[in-house]
């Protein structure tokens, strides 16, 4: 998912949602691998996409490199 705040936009995994804040799984999109955990207060959200072309993107390049062991 992309996640849009009033101080960045980044995507990730959403890994809690509480009233008063979100914890979120920030993916460096250059190696595709998780480089930070942050937590946002919820008020500060502008946009939230779970779908597009460029979730779709990042899905895709994630699932390549999943092991098929």
């Known amino acids: 998912m992309f996640i849009r ?3 960045g936009g ?3 995994k959403l890994i809690y949602a509480g ?3 979100i914890e979120f799984n920030v993916i460096n999109v250059d190696t ?3 480089s930070e955990t942050v937590l946002i207060h919820s008020p500060l959200i502008l946009e939230v996409s779970i ?3 460029d ?3 990042i ?3 994630l699932s ?3 092991s098929m062991d």
């Open 5 to 7: 705040w009033a101080t």
């Open 10 to 12: 980044e995507y990730g």
């Open 19 to 21: 009233t008063d804040f």
């Open 32 to 34: 595709m691998e998780y």
């Open 51 to 53: 779908g597009g072309s």
């Open 55 to 57: 979730v779709a993107r």
């Open 59 to 61: 899905v895709a390049e």
């Open 64 to 66: 390549s490199k999943i």
